[in-house]
Each structure stands twice: as C-alpha cells, then as structure tokens.
C-alpha cells in the first residue's frame, strides 16, 4: 500500500525544520541587533562633532565636518550654545592644523548660520586661502548666503587657470546679482571648458543679460548632449532643465517655439513640465521689444 499521505507529511516537516524555521531565526536575531545598535548609539550633535573634529585623527577629520555641514544642512538639533559657530571659524581658519577638505566642509558649515559675522568670516577665509579646493567652497559658502558683497572678491577667480575653481565663480556670480560680473562673464562665453561656457550663459541670463543665449539652446539639444557629449539621461535631463530656466528668465519670442516643442515631445516629464512652465511664465509678462526693431 502507497501512503502518499504520510509522506507528504514528512517532506512539509523536513521542509520546515531545514529552511523555514532557521530563517525565522535569522531574520529574528538581524531585527534584536538592529534594535540593540539603535537603543546604545548615541545621536550626534554640533558640539559633539565639533570635540570630534579638534581631537580625532587627521585621516577622520574632514568625515566629521561633513556631518557637521550636513546636520546643519538638514536643520536636525539646535545649536544650543553659540559658542559653536566660533569653534567653526577657528577650525576654517587654522590651515597649519586642519587640510583643505576639513577646512571646506566647515565653510559650508559657517553658511548655515545667521549672523552677520559668518559673511565676514566666509570672506576673510577666502582671501587668506590658497587651496584651490577650499577656495571653491568659499565661494560656494558665498552663493549660499547671497552675499553680494563679496562679488569684488569673486571677480578674479573668473580668471583662475583652475578650471572647477572658474567655473564655481561663474555658477556664484549669477546668484549674487550685482551687474557688473556681467563683462568677466561674457568673456567666458568662449571658455575652452563646456561646464564653465555653459555656467557663464546661466549667470548671465539671471543677471538679464542674453549674450549667452546661443549657449543655452546647445544646453537644450538633447541628441548633442547625449551622443556628442556622452552624458547620462539624468544628467541631460538636470541640463535641460536649468537651460529652460534661463530662456524663461530673457523671455524672447524666438524661444517660444522651442519650449511649445519641448513642453509636448521631449520624453522627459520634468524637460516638459519645465516648458510647460515657462510658456506660462512667458504669457504673464509683457514681452520686450526685439533689439533690432
């Protein structure tokens, strides 16, 4: 006699006991650990990362100024003692005993804070600052603050030979709007780097100036972005975006075709909800006359 019965029976227990019940007892000992390691850590604060920056090793440094920068970034724990934002201004302006990724990261850090006195020592930073990867988020720490008094200083590193250094100028000259980077900008405009022609063209135009509106339709042909350039997807979609952002902001007539285009056929929702935006923009003021007319 067969019994099927019985052993079915035996295969569901054996089944059971080799796989089903040890991976229950896996996923239940990974669940205690995680809950283990959450009880007993201890939440980081700005003044426990600040003592963590002054005493840690030199190679763990520049890690705990990230999470300084980030945590002030995110807003997450007050700074309860004011006494913090002057530790970050000795730590940016010790360049004997912190390196230039420390130093950085604690200029973002200084740009989270309110007080008039972190503009005035964002700046003193970056005149006494050689580092060229400091310098950059110096200057970053400016764009931040829209601190349009520092535009005199920013100026010359629109000349620097350091291409991420020159282009970080000209990212930060548009956002501080004051007028008269608009020259040094325009010279740009030729630069032998892509990433600073184009940053130029983008400062210019929030500036209200169009001398960079040929570059901004290159930033809006999709195909060159991506078989000439060989950039990814997200990258020419990022691109596209901040190029419709500047046509919108020169509204010229001769624009208009090209965003209905865009706002209706490029296959990127945010490509085309960017133009179907600045159509919309566009239609609610009141068109400049054509310079030639």
């Known amino acids: ?29 990974a669940i205690l650990l995680c809950t283990v390691v959450l009880l007993t850590r201890e939440s980081e604060t700005p003044e426990s990362l600040i003592t963590a920056i002054k005493t840690g090793s030199p190679s763990k440094r520049w890690q705990k100024a990230f999470e300084l920068s980030n945590e002030l970034n995110q807003g997450r724990g007050l700074i309860r003692q004011s006494g913090v934002m002057k530790e970050v201004i000795h730590i940016l302006n010790d360049r004997r005993q912190y390196d230039a990724k420390t130093r950085s990261y604690m200029a973002i850090a200084l ?46 590193f629109l000349k620097s030979p350091e291409e991420d250094l020159k ?92 965003l209905a285009r865009l706002s209706n056929e490029d296959k990127s929702l945010k490509v085309r909800q960017a133009a179907i935006q600045a159509l919309e923009y566009q239609k609610q003021f009141r068109e400049p006359s054509a310079p030639n007319e």
């Open 1 to 29: 006699m067969i019994n099927s019965q019985s052993k079915e029976g035996s295969g569901r227990k054996l089944f059971y006991g080799l796989f089903v019940f040890p991976l229950l007892i896996a996923v239940g000992m």
């Open 111 to 156: 740009a989270r804070f309110e007080e008039p006195e972190a503009v005035a020592a964002l700046r003193a930073a970056l005149s006494a600052e050689e580092e060229p990867a400091a310098q950059i988020y110096l200057i970053w720490a400016l764009g931040i603050k829209r601190a349009k008094e520092a535009v005199d200083q920013i100026l010359p």
């Open 167 to 258: 282009k970080m100028a000209a990212y930060v000259s548009g956002t501080l709007g004051d007028k008269k980077a608009v020259g040094a900008l325009e010279a740009l405009l030729g630069d032998s780097s892509r990433d600073v022609r184009w940053n130029a063209a983008l400062s210019l135009a929030r500036l209200g100036s169009g001398s960079g509106y040929g570059e901004l339709l290159k930033m809006l042909d999709r195909r060159t972005l991506a078989s000439y350039h060989g950039l990814p997807e997200e990258k020419v979609e990022e691109i596209m975006v901040n190029a419709i952002k500047g046509v919108t902001l020169l509204n010229r007539t001769e624009s208009r075709p090209l």
